[in-house]
């Protein structure tokens, strides 16, 4: 069987207030606070375009290769239900802001270009809250609308894993250049998978499955390979698709039912009376265009030849904008883009993790990693405690690594003769252990070097142990 899989991504726009209105955009306010007469849809009161989401929404055009219309236009698309407060939404069907474009995306050592079909505006709905009141579902309006950009590729990917490349590169993207946080724990970036499968490349496409209720990049990759193997187990059994949509259940790892399939003319698309169409000038298409950042791409690209990284580091170096030009700094006060690239994907990124931030909500700065750096550099201190106990006092605190080194007692003894006498210690307690290792046995050398580790408080060089131990047991 061979999979087709489109995506149809929402992000919401960068901006201080509402797509239509003046109403803030603030996350977790109480409910329905930032509403006012245009958004909550009350009769007699006409919408007005943020101007601000007209020029990110035609940057995100550009820098995604995508070629702007001449005319922009807004349509209704008209469906009921609770959340929807006008009983229609403001979107673009006829005339999108833009049109085509790609991603690329590596997989497996290939690298893709994704076309895009189009990138358009829309205004956000409302929320539904179903487990506050028993038996009763709420409605908070703060996001009804929230200025989304909804980009929908073409069915140019094959796999699960294409599919979660294509998001992480387009994430990359909108954050590099200003257009959204793209924070999916906060619903500033959702997406909706179109998969279908058929027989033969010679086939026309099968039957599209729309699955929703995806809150994660992983929850997309698991329901497109749910969806794909759910398709293809029905037709080797000669059962029918439909074309449908499907929430996916993460609890359970499975998509089930929502409705049938709703076509374009379902929604009853017309013209938005209450907004002109208008022309887009060859001087805000230019006016964006120099405003684009170094790209994703090009950045990565540029980290491979410039810092001799590889392609994996580069990538993972360049998804987040902050991390970049973080990393761009401190590689210019530690002169070892190498080094310093390791520290970044190892620990950082594992701090980063384990406490939920951004680099710039920690304490870190490029002069402190740096110093950090450089202690292990000259033996002052080893590498297991630059990791384990002095870097996260660092980027919890600012503290600088040569105090919490000091007042941990994590100075490395690098000397001569206090090594020799925890080693002379060490084989005199382990006699058996050194006849093993001069009876052919290499690994005893590296038990004794945990005696001498222990022995000294995990002060002593490890590096410097390993010689030395070697070297007395060749004696």
């Known amino acids: 069987m061979i999979p087709t899989i489109g995506l149809e991504v929402h992000a919401q726009f960068n901006t201080r207030t509402k797509i239509f209105c003046s109403c803030a955009l603030r996350f977790a306010s109480p409910p329905n606070t930032l509403v006012c007469p245009v958004c909550l849809g009350l009769p007699g009161v006409l919408p007005v375009l943020n101007r601000e989401v007209f020029r990110l929404g035609l940057r995100a055009v550009l820098a995604l290769g995508g070629t702007p219309s001449k005319t922009i236009r807004f349509d209704r698309k008209n469906y009921y239900y609770p959340d929807l407060p006008k009983g229609y939404q403001i979107s673009q069907f ?3 802001l833009g049109h085509g474009g790609f991603v690329e995306i590596a997989v497996g050592g290939k690298t893709k270009k994704v076309k895009l079909n189009r990138l358009h505006l829309e205004e956000d709905a409302g ?4 487990d506050q009141v028993p038996d009763k579902s709420l409605v908070d309006l703060n996001r009804a609308g929230t200025p989304l950009a909804e980009i929908v590729s073409e069915p140019d990917l094959d796999s699960a894993e294409e599919a979660y490349a294509y998001l992480v590169s387009l994430k990359a993207i909108l954050k590099a250049i200003g257009v959204s946080d793209c924070d999916m724990e906060k619903g500033h970036l959702r997406c ?4 279908s499968v058929r027989k033969n490349a010679s086939d026309p496409l099968g039957k599209k499955v729309e699955v929703k209720n995806l809150n994660s990049f992983k929850a997309v990759k698991q329901a497109v390979q749910y969806e794909i193997q759910r398709q293809t187990e029905a037709l080797e059994k000669g059962e029918k698709l439909f074309q449908e949509t499907r929430l996916w259940d993460d609890a359970r790892g499975r998509t089930h039912l929502m409705r049938s399939k709703e076509e374009a003319h379902d929604y009853r698309y017309f013209p938005e009376p209450d907004l002109v169409p208008f022309s887009v000038s060859q001087e805000d298409v230019e006016r964006e265009r120099a405003a684009l950042p170094e790209l994703p791409a090009a950045k990565k690209a540029r980290f491979m030849k410039d810092y001799a990284l590889s392609e994996y580091d580069a990538g993972l ?12 700094e401190a590689v210019r006060a530690t002169t070892d883009a190498k080094t310093t690239a390791n520290w970044f994907i190892g620990s950082i990124f594992a701090y980063l ?8 909500q920690t304490r870190l700065t490029a002069p402190l990693l740096a110093d950090l ?4 550099k000259e033996g002052k201190v080893s590498l297991q405690a630059a990791k384990e106990k002095i870097f996260p006092e660092v980027a919890e605190k600012g503290t600088s690594p040569e105090s919490v080194m000091k ?5 490395q003894v690098s000397d001569d003769k206090a090594l020799e006498g925890w080693i002379a210690q060490a084989l005199d307690e382990n006699p058996k252990v050194v006849a093993d290792f001069k009876s052919g046995k290499e690994t005893a050398a590296m038990f004794l070097v945990g005696r001498v580790m222990r022995k000294s408080q995990g002060k002593a060089n490890p590096g410097k142990v390993q010689d030395m131990v070697r070297k007395a047991l060749q004696a």
């Open 94 to 96: 006829a005339d999108p």
């Open 127 to 130: 929320k539904l809250i179903h």
């Open 192 to 195: 909706d998978a179109n998969v």
């Open 317 to 328: 170096l360049t998804e987040e904008p902050k991390i970049a030009a973080f990393f761009e």
């Open 353 to 360: 993790g384990a406490h939920n931030l951004n680099i710039d």
């Open 373 to 376: 750096l450089r202690l292990v």
């Open 407 to 411: 007042e941990k007692g994590l100075l």
